[in-house]
Nanobody, 117 residues
Framework: VQLVESGGGLAQPGGSLRLSCAAS????????MSWARQAPGKGLEWVSS????????YYADAVKGRFTISRDNAKNTVYLQMNSLTSDDTAVYFC???????????WGQGTQVVVSS
């Protein structure tokens, strides 16, 4: 099982980044996918989730209206489009895959996002 995030980096306030998370080693389309983040000195914060079919998505209040989660089951990839970035979005972003009914959860290694002028 492997989840590999990419797309992080340095962005200016008000800018955008698109994170990707490529999955392998499991049946991607059977798992809900989510993003979480951990800001410096803070705990892990859930950001967004999307269901297996990609037709239902959920967002934390802190990112609602600015971030968009999507998935491509043919490419085994989940995305997080992040717009109108602020310094509060600076964090390590992790993707994870879940099948709660079976108690399964897989995590990626994270990608750093820094929002600074």
């Amino acid at each position: 099982v492997q989840l590999v995030e990419s797309g992080g980096g340095l962005a200016q306030p008000g800018g955008s980044l698109r994170l990707s998370c490529a999955a392998s080693g499991f049946t991607f389309s059977s798992y809900a996918m989510s993003w979480a983040r951990q800001a410096p000195g803070k705990g892990l914060e859930w950001v967004s989730s999307i269901n297996t079919g990609g037709d239902s998505s959920y967002y934390a209040d802190a990112v609602k209206g600015r971030f968009t989660i999507s998935r491509d089951n043919a490419k085994n990839t989940v995305y997080l489009q992040m717009n109108s970035l602020t310094s509060d979005d600076t964090a390590v972003y992790f993707c994870y895959a879940e099948r709660p009914r079976f108690g399964l959860k897989h995590w990626g290694q994270g990608t750093q996002v820094v929002v600074s002028s």
